[in-house]
């Protein structure tokens, strides 16, 4: 049956979606900040765990910790150089400079790791499970599960706890908040080392799927768009069903109709919901 | 309303909003025919430049490129330094312009000149349903929604047929334009220079009677202060919908004008070089200068033209120019200009007195630029 197949399937992609997106709903929910470099550090966590597994010859788990932390220490390098643009909450320029970020991270990725494209080697892949007639990989099963443990985790770091109401309160009003003595521009690099390290842990899970190529990234920008803004700005539930409902939607349009086509026909479904539900499809 | 318009633009240099204060201020007015007469010698001399270079085949092709991504950069700045909006979905009209131009030449064998209408007109149709997607959108939400246009339309034009998939369209045919007592058929970047050149000229005309048109203050007024703008009158969407209509075809001329240079068109002019190259060559030399984007455009060019390193490293140029000029001095090269002017003017006076009051509060008032020693 291929119907669900497709829906096994779709459900992997889609929580690969919420996964890159999670990031970046917490950088647009608590800090009111854009990163358009966000799918070239998906891109080089990735690649770091390509490089390291591959010439270091380090194990998938360690390699996929080593990717996290050497994409959060750019992401640390990237808010501490446009601090003053986030505390101005100069949102032009800073979509502009994040906008130059990717693309010196692809120049520069593309000169340390080369043009080819690179598998990478993850144990997990090599499971195959089946069930009924659809078929899937242990490391679509890990990607399910970390989306939901992402998700689950920041909604309750960000909803329960004291360190959440600290972050809340700086994307409220920043200026007051620092009235109570919180250094803003400390969450704000924060908020950004954790957006990194979310999206790099996405590329860590998600890209073993399929080869990886410098020149990845454009496209998991829009995947996280989509998510963002269909799912309510900044509404990490909203995010989390959107990524899933995306997914499904891409599998079915691309098993059923065209997969060349999936992604502009997913950008056709935002285009309609914003002329008609400009705040999103989630509802506050 | 009239007296604001006139009142931003007065100078032909509007106030800025980015809150440089006195930037502007000191710039002596030339008389009417004076400042004329500055016009024409500096287009004489812009026409003549390539000759007097030497004119050699790479100097005329870097002058055709220079005007080419000049052209396309204007359709930018005018949503970036007038409506203050960042479309990230420029390369969409540039390769409408160049596809649309080489589907009709190749594929049916149309004339440049009908040619370059449809290619406007595609470009103005796409931007109509863009800007009326994007009505109610935010900033960032505007952004968004244009670089994921671009994309699509990438996806779009390297998987259909129609359009040549990842190879492209080749073979357009020669730019063959009716000139007095037969043709003007263009054969070598150096024949391409006088059309590139004349149109570069217009559509320059076009951005200075922009700035001065009702349109244009109603753009920076809405920029500046979108409820002020709304209680005076202005219909704010209206005004960023029709600015965003007028500048898809300014930057899809441009692409009319490469499909001709190049003699084909290939998905990689929707790739994110050309979007950050028409960013970089308005914000770089400063934001809101009449001839900015040229400035930017010919820098940009005569670097990738004469001293590339390679197209990875010229990535990283280009990024990190993009990246440093915001970071370091968000009014470009204008800014820098600006502070050095400051600083000279004071150093006299503050040789006596180094802690005079005048000097931190200066410092503190000036830009970011100052933060560049």
Sequence with gaps: MKLLAQLVNGLALGAGYALLAVGWTVLLSAARLVNFAHGQLYMVGAFVTWFVMAHLGVPYLLAAVIAVLVVAALGALMQLSMTRLTLDQNIVNLMLVTLAFGYLLQGGAALVFGGNPQVIDSPLQAHTVALSSARFTLQDVLIVVMAFVMYGGTVYVLGRTNLGRVVRGVAEDPKLAQLYGINAARVYLGVFVFSAASVALAGVVVAPRSPILTSIGFEEVIITFLVVVLGGIGNLKGGLVVGLGLGVFVALFGAYVSPAYAMAAAFAVLLVVLVVRPQGLGTR | MTVTSSDHTAS????????????????????????????????????????????????????????????????????????????????????????????????????????????????????????????????????????????????????????????????????????????????????????????????????????????????????????????????????????????????????????????????????????????????????????????????????????SFGGDADKIVLGGVLAAVLLLSPNGLVGIWHALARR?????????????????????????ANRTH
């Design chain 2, 12 to 307: 032909g240099q509007p106030v800025s909003a980015t809150g440089t204060p006195g930037a502007i201020g000191g710039r002596r007015r030339l008389g009417g025919p004076l400042r004329a007469l500055g016009w024409v010698a500096l287009l004489i001399v812009g026409y003549l430049l390539p000759t007097l270079l030497g004119g050699g085949n790479q100097i005329y092709t870097t002058f055709v490129l220079v005007a080419i991504f000049a052209i396309m950069s204007y359709g930018n700045d005018v949503v970036l330094s007038y409506l203050g909006e960042v479309s990230l979905g420029h390369t969409l009209f540039w390769a409408a312009g160049a596809y649309t131009t080489a589907m009709v030449t190749v594929r049916s064998g149309w004339a440049p000149l009908p040619a370059l209408l449809l290619a406007l007109v595609v470009a103005v149709v796409l931007a109509l349903v863009l800007g009326l997607a994007t009505l109610r959108t935010r900033e960032f939400v505007f952004s968004l929604v244009t670089y994921a246009a671009a994309i699509i339309g990438l996806t779009v034009v390297s998987s259909s047929d129609a359009l040549g998939g990842s190879d492209g369209l080749v073979g357009v045919p020669l730019l063959t334009l009716p000139a007095m007592g037969g043709q003007y058929v263009v054969r070598t970047n150096a024949d391409l220079w006088p059309i590139a050149f004349l149109l570069l000229v217009l559509v320059i005309a076009l951005i200075a009677r922009f700035r001065r048109s009702r349109l244009g203050a109603t753009a920076l007024m809405a920029q500046m202060n979108g409820d002020l703008a709304t209680s005076m009158g202005v219909d704010v969407r209206r005004t960023r919908v029709l600015v965003f209509v007028l500048s898809a075809p300014v930057t899809a001329l441009a692409g009319w004008l490469y499909a001709y240079q190049r003699s084909y068109v290939s998905p990689d002019l929707l790739s994110s070089f050309f979007l950050l190259f028409m960013l970089t060559a308005v914000i770089l030399p400063g934001r809101r200068q009449l001839l900015g984007p040229l400035v930017g455009a010919a820098l940009l060019t005569g670097q990738q033209q004469l001293a």
């Design chain 2, 344 to 368: 000279a003017r004071r150093r006299p006076g503050t040789a006596e007195a180094p802690a005079g009051a005048p000097a931190p509060e200066a410092a503190a008032s000036a830009d970011p």
